[in-house]
Protein backbone atom coordinates (compact mmCIF):
# COMPACT_ATOMS: atom_id res chain seq x y z
CA UNK A 1 0.00 0.00 0.00
CA UNK A 2 1.12 3.31 -1.04
CA UNK A 3 2.19 5.57 1.85
CA UNK A 4 -0.18 8.73 1.88
CA UNK A 5 1.47 12.08 1.14
CA UNK A 6 0.98 15.60 3.07
CA UNK A 7 1.75 18.71 3.58
CA UNK A 8 4.77 19.94 2.23
CA UNK A 9 5.58 16.66 0.16
CA UNK A 10 1.87 16.21 -1.03
CA UNK A 11 2.10 20.18 -2.16
CA UNK A 12 5.69 19.76 -4.14
CA UNK A 13 3.99 15.92 -5.70
CA UNK A 14 1.07 18.32 -7.41
CA UNK A 15 3.42 20.96 -8.03
CA UNK A 16 5.91 18.75 -9.94
CA UNK A 17 2.97 16.99 -11.72
CA UNK A 18 1.56 20.35 -12.84
CA UNK A 19 4.98 21.17 -14.48
CA UNK A 20 5.16 18.11 -16.16
CA UNK A 21 1.76 18.85 -17.82
CA UNK A 22 3.11 21.79 -18.78
CA UNK A 23 5.87 20.53 -20.03
CA UNK A 24 3.88 18.14 -22.20
CA UNK A 25 0.63 19.90 -22.74
CA UNK A 26 1.08 23.74 -22.77
CA UNK A 27 -0.95 25.93 -21.65
CA UNK A 28 -3.90 25.24 -24.22
CA UNK A 29 -4.17 21.61 -22.69
CA UNK A 30 -3.66 22.17 -19.04
CA UNK A 31 -5.99 21.14 -17.03
CA UNK A 32 -6.61 20.29 -13.19
CA UNK A 33 -8.03 16.76 -14.42
CA UNK A 34 -4.91 15.98 -16.06
CA UNK A 35 -3.25 17.13 -12.90
CA UNK A 36 -5.00 15.34 -10.24
CA UNK A 37 -4.48 12.18 -12.80
CA UNK A 38 -0.67 12.48 -13.14
CA UNK A 39 -0.58 12.83 -9.10
CA UNK A 40 -2.49 10.20 -8.52
CA UNK A 41 -4.90 12.28 -5.89
CA UNK A 42 -8.17 13.09 -5.79
CA UNK A 43 -9.48 16.51 -7.36
CA UNK A 44 -10.38 17.79 -3.52
CA UNK A 45 -7.04 17.61 -2.85
CA UNK A 46 -5.78 19.80 -5.43
CA UNK A 47 -8.80 22.71 -5.13
CA UNK A 48 -8.37 22.90 -1.79
CA UNK A 49 -5.03 24.62 -2.49
CA UNK A 50 -5.61 25.98 -5.99
CA UNK A 51 -9.49 27.46 -6.70
CA UNK A 52 -8.34 27.61 -10.90
CA UNK A 53 -5.87 26.32 -13.43
CA UNK A 54 -4.44 29.93 -13.39
CA UNK A 55 -3.61 29.77 -9.94
CA UNK A 56 -2.50 26.41 -9.94
CA UNK A 57 0.38 27.54 -12.68
CA UNK A 58 1.01 30.32 -10.69
CA UNK A 59 1.94 28.72 -8.05
CA UNK A 60 3.71 25.96 -10.28
CA UNK A 61 6.21 28.55 -11.93
CA UNK A 62 7.03 30.22 -8.54
CA UNK A 63 7.67 26.84 -7.50
CA UNK A 64 9.69 25.57 -10.22
CA UNK A 65 12.02 28.87 -9.90
CA UNK A 66 12.61 27.80 -6.91
CA UNK A 67 13.36 24.56 -6.62
CA UNK A 68 15.45 25.43 -10.34
CA UNK A 69 17.27 28.56 -8.68
CA UNK A 70 21.30 27.78 -9.09
CA UNK A 71 23.76 28.40 -6.71
CA UNK A 72 25.49 31.62 -6.53
CA UNK A 73 28.96 30.74 -7.35
CA UNK A 74 31.76 33.13 -5.27
CA UNK A 75 35.17 32.61 -7.29
CA UNK A 76 36.93 35.74 -6.00
CA UNK A 77 35.58 37.96 -9.60
CA UNK A 78 32.68 39.39 -10.31
CA UNK A 79 33.84 38.24 -14.21
CA UNK A 80 34.27 34.52 -12.90
CA UNK A 81 31.27 34.62 -10.90
CA UNK A 82 28.74 35.87 -13.55
CA UNK A 83 30.15 33.50 -16.29
CA UNK A 84 29.97 30.36 -13.90
CA UNK A 85 26.11 31.28 -13.07
CA UNK A 86 25.07 32.02 -16.67
CA UNK A 87 27.29 28.56 -18.34
CA UNK A 88 24.97 26.80 -15.85
CA UNK A 89 22.04 28.65 -16.85
CA UNK A 90 22.84 28.62 -20.22
CA UNK A 91 22.95 24.66 -20.19
CA UNK A 92 20.81 23.63 -17.52
CA UNK A 93 17.62 26.00 -17.61
CA UNK A 94 16.76 25.90 -21.66
CA UNK A 95 13.80 24.11 -21.15
CA UNK A 96 12.52 26.23 -18.26
CA UNK A 97 13.28 29.28 -20.09
CA UNK A 98 11.38 28.05 -23.02
CA UNK A 99 8.57 26.68 -21.29
CA UNK A 100 8.06 30.20 -19.69
CA UNK A 101 8.24 32.28 -22.45
CA UNK A 102 7.18 29.93 -25.47
CA UNK A 103 4.86 27.64 -24.53
CA UNK A 104 3.30 29.63 -21.85
CA UNK A 105 2.10 33.00 -24.42
CA UNK A 106 -1.52 31.82 -24.17
CA UNK A 107 -1.77 32.28 -20.49
CA UNK A 108 -0.16 35.01 -20.60
CA UNK A 109 -2.37 36.23 -22.83
CA UNK A 110 -5.60 34.65 -21.41
CA UNK A 111 -4.90 36.28 -17.97
CA UNK A 112 -2.99 39.72 -18.94
CA UNK A 113 -0.10 38.88 -16.78
CA UNK A 114 3.30 38.94 -18.14
CA UNK A 115 6.32 37.02 -17.97
CA UNK A 116 8.17 39.78 -15.48
CA UNK A 117 4.92 38.82 -13.02
CA UNK A 118 5.58 35.47 -12.80
CA UNK A 119 9.33 35.28 -12.64
CA UNK A 120 8.91 37.36 -8.47
CA UNK A 121 12.38 37.87 -7.45
CA UNK A 122 11.39 37.65 -4.28
CA UNK A 123 9.36 34.72 -4.44
CA UNK A 124 11.91 32.59 -5.92
CA UNK A 125 14.89 34.41 -3.92
CA UNK A 126 16.95 35.38 -6.89
CA UNK A 127 17.08 39.28 -5.78
CA UNK A 128 18.69 38.05 -2.42
CA UNK A 129 21.31 35.99 -4.63
CA UNK A 130 22.39 38.38 -7.11
CA UNK A 131 22.72 41.15 -4.61
CA UNK A 132 24.93 39.27 -2.53
CA UNK A 133 27.12 38.42 -5.42
CA UNK A 134 27.39 42.29 -6.86
CA UNK A 135 27.55 43.35 -3.29
CA UNK A 136 30.86 40.92 -3.10
CA UNK A 137 32.18 42.43 -6.27
CA UNK A 138 31.88 46.14 -5.11
CA UNK A 139 33.41 45.36 -1.43
CA UNK A 140 36.16 43.79 -3.91
CA UNK A 141 36.64 46.90 -5.52
CA UNK A 142 36.01 45.44 -9.11
CA UNK A 143 32.56 47.69 -9.46
CA UNK A 144 31.46 51.56 -8.87
CA UNK A 145 27.92 50.46 -6.88
CA UNK A 146 26.94 53.89 -8.14
CA UNK A 147 26.68 52.63 -11.63
CA UNK A 148 24.93 49.10 -10.64
CA UNK A 149 21.04 49.91 -10.98
CA UNK A 150 18.72 47.22 -11.26
CA UNK A 151 18.40 47.21 -15.06
CA UNK A 152 21.81 46.92 -15.12
CA UNK A 153 22.38 44.06 -12.56
CA UNK A 154 19.35 42.51 -14.81
CA UNK A 155 21.06 42.95 -18.10
CA UNK A 156 23.49 39.94 -18.75
CA UNK A 157 20.57 37.27 -17.63
CA UNK A 158 18.01 38.98 -20.19
CA UNK A 159 20.51 39.01 -22.81
CA UNK A 160 21.09 35.26 -21.97
CA UNK A 161 17.34 34.82 -22.24
CA UNK A 162 17.25 36.77 -25.25
CA UNK A 163 19.97 33.89 -27.15
CA UNK A 164 18.18 30.74 -25.38
CA UNK A 165 14.25 32.00 -27.07
CA UNK A 166 16.21 33.11 -29.97
CA UNK A 167 17.61 29.39 -30.10
CA UNK A 168 15.86 27.21 -27.74
CA UNK A 169 19.31 25.69 -27.53
CA UNK A 170 22.24 25.97 -24.57
CA UNK A 171 23.86 29.13 -25.67
CA UNK A 172 27.84 28.87 -26.58
CA UNK A 173 30.75 29.97 -23.97
CA UNK A 174 32.24 32.55 -26.46
CA UNK A 175 28.13 34.26 -26.54
CA UNK A 176 28.53 34.08 -22.62
CA UNK A 177 32.09 36.22 -22.67
CA UNK A 178 30.92 38.45 -25.15
CA UNK A 179 27.64 39.69 -22.93
CA UNK A 180 29.80 40.12 -19.58
CA UNK A 181 32.93 41.29 -20.86
CA UNK A 182 32.25 43.60 -24.00
CA UNK A 183 28.26 44.73 -22.55
CA UNK A 184 28.09 44.33 -19.13
CA UNK A 185 31.48 45.10 -17.48
CA UNK A 186 31.76 48.02 -19.18
CA UNK A 187 28.89 49.41 -17.62
CA UNK A 188 29.70 48.78 -14.25
CA UNK A 189 33.43 49.80 -14.17
Not at 108 to 116: E, F, K, L, V
Request: glycine letters at 4%; aromatic letters at 6%; proline letters at 5%.
Amino acid sequence: MAQRRRGAALETALLDAAWEELIDNGYARFTMDAVVKRAATSPPVLYRRWSDRDELIRATIVHILKESRPAVPDTGSLREDLLTLMREIATSHVQLITVMYAHLASYYRATGRSPNSLFDPVATGRTADLDMLFERSVSRGEIKSDLLTERIKTLPFVLLRHEILSTFAPVPDHVLEEIIDTIFLPLVR
